[in-house]
Each structure stands twice: as structure tokens, then as C-alpha cells.
């Protein structure tokens, strides 16, 4: 008995450096695959990512939409043809001019054409005049709308560039907690060994080892279950980078603390100038006003210039052959039952709506950057809470293994100071995770790009 005494203290010991050994072996382990940079992951999003496609085809789609716009101001040329059949008995009668003379001989003559195909083909080049005012707001307005498809083109950059970094962090704080459980798991499968074969040697009693037992299965299921939560975040970050979701990579240590700046008056000026939605907001006015003003231009008669060349063919022979006109078309609804003045109207409350929502998208972003400065404020000092405590856990467990090597405190002492440092160790990480992503929803807060 008293040699089993000596030697628990020696054992407790080993196990206390062997598991640090284990630690520092697992910390100098190559990573597999890939080693993931966050600025490498943004770029990689920027230029593959599904909705940042999907955003700059939109923006192509309003460039082919003014170029559409501006054909409007060219002459329209028009052809026409058409291939018909008689099915009518035409017969013209010419009455005898010597009826009075020789009565009873009937019509001079009869024009009796026959049944026969006919053709008729027609060209048409008309330019527009007064509709070149409309034209112009039309394509303004197609202008606008690409501004428009750039303002959400950007959003879709701020918010792409957000998703990544979450992600990016996330499996960066799950990493860290991964590493934390495995360090943990290996401590309690030592402990589980020492204190099974204390059981045998009667040492320590049976609970002991079941209670060790108990904690080594809880430390085991949370490390599958953080062990999955990796792989879905890592899927997720590979479809938001824009590549297959099975693609293997590490991802790099998340930096340190950097100061940031706190004036809430100028972080709001810079979201009120930067922001995609105001800019969005702003635009939307400028397009229903520019609708308005194409509403009001309808009371603007049309009035075109243009000529036509018309030619039939197998007809009579005293029908003309060729036929070529230029003249002025106009078209002017002079009267339309205050349908114009109606449609007016709702276009003055489309445009009121915008204003309104301005207003309202305005006052939500300021509210969104006090809140994300303040929440930033609140990680920063969260963060140098958590510096502090792993501090004090490390110099603790320094204390206690030197109490330990002379039996001035138990072995069971040395485990918990171990394992409040891995904790603690944790907890800065989160707290250093949680003040970048706070950092980075202030940054998207703000309207940077990147």
C-alpha cells in the first residue's frame, strides 16, 4: 500500500506532461489540404460565386436594354407583302353612247376581269419626331435602371463578402473548440487507463473510474458533434466560394486585436454616402420620377415624317404599277376621359412612396450602424476580458503543477487548473472570433467594399 501511494503522485505527473507533449505534437501536425487565406476566399467569392454571377449578368442585361433603347431614334423600316385571290365576279358595265341612236344593242362594252392571284408588296420608312423627347426619357430611364442593377451589385458584394467572413470565422471558432475537446478527450483517455488500473490495484474505487467513464463519453460525443458542425461549415464556405462543396482546405489563424474607430458621427456619414440601399433608395425617386415625366410626354401628339413605296402585281392593267409617297403621319388622342390625368396621379403617389422609403431606409441604417459600433465596443471589451482570464488560467496551472511536484495540492487540482486553461484558451478565441465578426458587420455597417 504505501508504494501505490508514492506512486500516484508520479503518475498523476506523467500524465499531466504527457498530455501537454500530446498538445504541442498536435499543434505541430501538418494541416490536410489547402491552406484557405480570408482574403483568398473573398476574391475567390467575388469573381465565382453563384449570386455575384447572377448580380453582374444583370447589370450586362441593362447594357443590352440601352442599347435597345437608343434603335428607337432611327427611322423604323417596315416591309409588307401580301398574296391574295379574287373570289368576287367583278364586271363593270360601259353604257353605248348610241343608245338613242340604235336602241337595243345593249352596254358598249363589258370589263369583266378574271379570277387570279394577286400580290402587293410594300416598304415603309418612318422617323419619328416629337417622339424623340419620349425616346430620350426612355432611355434615361434604362440608364437609371442599370445605376440600379450596379447598387445591387454591390449589396451583393457587401453581403457575399459578409457570408464569407461569418463562415470563415465560424469554422475558425469550431476549429478552436475541436481542438479543445480532442485536448480534453486525450487527457480523460489517460485518465480513464490510470485510474482503471488504480481500480484494479485498489487504489481508487469504482465510481472513480465510472465518473471518469461518464466524462470521457460526454467529451467524445461533443467532439462528433463538432466534428460534423466542421464539415457543414466548411460545405458552406466551399458553395459560397463558388466551387465543389466536397473541396478540402484549412483555414488560417484568425488575426489579433487591432484598434478601431469609435465616432458614431462620422461612422453615419460614411453609411449615409456608402450605403447600396440609400443609393438604391435614391435611384428608385429618379426612376419614378423619369416614369412620370414618359406618362406626361403622352400628351405630346405623335408626329412622324416617312415614305412608302408600294408596287402590285398581276392586277389590271389600268391599276398603276408602282406607287411612292412621303408625307406626315400624326396621331394625337385628343380626348381620353381623364384616363391620362388619373395615371398622372398615381405616378405622383409612386414617386411620394419613394421619397417616403428613402426616409425610412435612411433612419434604419442609422440605427444599424449604432447598434454594429456598439456591438463592436462590446467585443473589444469582451476580448480583453477573456485575454485576461487565460492569462490568470495559464499562470494558475504553472502554480499548481510546481505545487504539485512536492504533494502540496492533488492530482485531480493539477487536471482542473489544466482544464479551466483550455477553456479559458477557448473563450479568448471566441472572443477574439466574436470581435472580428462583430468588426466585420461594422465594416458592412458602414458601406466598405471590402
Known amino acids: ?25 498536435q499543434q505541430a501536425e501538418p494541416a490536410s489540404g489547402e491552406s484557405l487565406l480570408l482574403d483568398q476566399a473573398i476574391n475567390l467569392a467575388l469573381s465565382d460565386n453563384h449570386a455575384m454571377k447572377i448580380a453582374k449578368l444583370e447589370v450586362e442585361r441593362t447594357d443590352e436594354n440601352i442599347s435597345a433603347a437608343k434603335t428607337y431614334r432611327l427611322p423604323l423600316l417596315h416591309m409588307y407583302t401580301s398574296v391574295s385571290g379574287n373570289l368576287a365576279n367583278n364586271e363593270l358595265r360601259v353604257p353605248n353612247p348610241a343608245n338613242n341612236v340604235f336602241p337595243g344593242l345593249g352596254p358598249f362594252f363589258t370589263l369583266n376581269d378574271r379570277r387570279k392571284p394577286t400580290a402587293i408588296f410594300a416598304t415603309s420608312v418612318i422617323e419619328p419626331l416629337t417622339q424623340q423627347y419620349r425616346i430620350g426619357l426612355n432611355i434615361k430611364l434604362q440608364r437609371v435602371s442599370r445605376e440600379l442593377a450596379q447598387a445591387k451589385l454591390r449589396q451583393q458584394q457587401h453581403d457575399t463578402i459578409d457570408q464569407v467572413k461569418k463562415t ?52 467524445e460525443y461533443e467532439q462528433l458533434e463538432l466534428s460534423n458542425q466542421l464539415a457543414t461549415q466548411k460545405e458552406r464556405l466551399n458553395s459560397l466560394l463558388g466551387r465543389a462543396v466536397d473541396t478540402s482546405f484549412e483555414v488560417a489563424g484568425v488575426p489579433e486585436f487591432t484598434p478601431f474607430e469609435t465616432d458614431l458621427v462620422a461612422a453615419r456619414r460614411l453609411a449615409v454616402e456608402r450605403r447600396p440601399e440609400l443609393q438604391q433608395a435614391r435611384l428608385a425617386i429618379e426612376q419614378t420620377t423619369l416614369d412620370r415625366r414618359i406618362k406626361k410626354s403622352e400628351y405630346i401628339p405623335d408626329v412622324s415624317v416617312g415614305f412608302v413605296y408600294l408596287t402590285p402585281r398581276n ?5 398603276p404599277k408602282n406607287f411612292a409617297n412621303v408625307g406626315v403621319v400624326v396621331s394625337w388622342e385628343f380626348f381620353d376621359w381623364g384616363r391620362k390625368k388619373h395615371q398622372l396621379a398615381e405616378k405622383d403617389k409612386v414617386v411620394e412612396q419613394a421619397k417616403n422609403e428613402l426616409n425610412e431606409t435612411e433612419d434604419q ?21 477573456a485575454r485576461v482570464a487565460e492569462s490568470s488560467a495559464r499562470e494558475n496551472l504553472r502554480v499548481t503543477t510546481g505545487r504539485y511536484k512536492y504533494q502540496a495540492v492533488m492530482l ?20 477574439l472570433l466574436a470581435f472580428w465578426t462583430a468588426k466585420t458587420e461594422f465594416e458592412k455597417a458602414i458601406g466598405e467594399d471590402k
Open 412 to 431: 485531480s487540482d493539477v487536471l482542473q487548473s489544466q482544464a479551466s486553461l483550455a477553456e479559458a484558451s477557448h473563450g479568448y478565441q471566441s472572443a
Open 168 to 219: 470563415y470565422y465560424s469554422i475558425l471558432q469550431t476549429s478552436s473548440a475541436l481542438s479543445s475537446v480532442e485536448e480534453a478527450l486525450k487527457s480523460y483517455r489517460e485518465l480513464d487507463k490510470v485510474t482503471g488500473d488504480y481500480v484494479i490495484q485498489q487504489v481508487s474505487l469504482k465510481a472513480d473510474l465510472l465518473v471518469v467513464q461518464t466524462r470521457l463519453a460526454k467529451v
Open 315 to 319: 392586277y389590271a392593267p389600268v391599276i
Open 365 to 385: 441604417v442609422l440605427i444599424d450602424v449604432g447598434d454594429k459600433l456598439r456591438k463592436l465596443q462590446q467585443s473589444g471589451q469582451g476580448l480583453r476580458v
Open 1 to 25: 500500500m504505501p508504494v501505490r501511494l508514492v506512486n500516484l503522485p508520479a503518475v498523476g505527473l506523467l500524465l499531466v506532461f504527457l498530455a501537454q507533449g500530446v498538445v504541442h505534437a
